[in-house]
């Protein structure tokens, strides 16, 4: 049996994984564990890893048509008509990266407009103001606070501030 992705409509991503569970052999539905913003906060919430997307392990020679006609479902994921097969390897390695099919994604430790302190490089000492993160949580923006009350922005490590 080889695993294959499910196309789902829009938010239909949990039923279709729950309707799949009662004709295929595997069902898989990664998670993510994030922080969105909710009602003007950001709040932690429970969404799919890949939005309408599921995998599915099976015989799709045998289970084909119950597949593509399913309620919720769009398509299966194919090259022309011939749908393509998911490494086991890389559904292996997604399921390695979560705990019980959710992945979390830590908070990063600034916010915009955080007063932080530099503690590494030749601004050691200086206060700022977070700006933004640039590349991932590793280079952020920072305006530095000097004594015109002008704000520098300088580029640095996330690793060189603290709050």
Known sequence: MDW????TKPGKERWVSDQLSSIVEEVFLPLLEARSPRWGKMAWSIMPLFPCYVFA???LEARY???KYMAGVQAIVSAGADP???PAAVVAEIKKRGVNGVVRIAPKPFDAGELVRVVA???RGFDAIFERYLSGAERVAILLRTVEATGLR???SSSALAK
Not at 4 to 7: D, E, G, K, S, T
């Open 154 to 156: 300088l580029v640095l």
């Open 4 to 7: 294959y992705l499910v196309r």
């Open 57 to 59: 392990r099976c015989e």
């Open 84 to 86: 393509l097969i998911v």
């Open 65 to 67: 048509f119950a597949i």
């Open 121 to 123: 490089g030749p601004f």
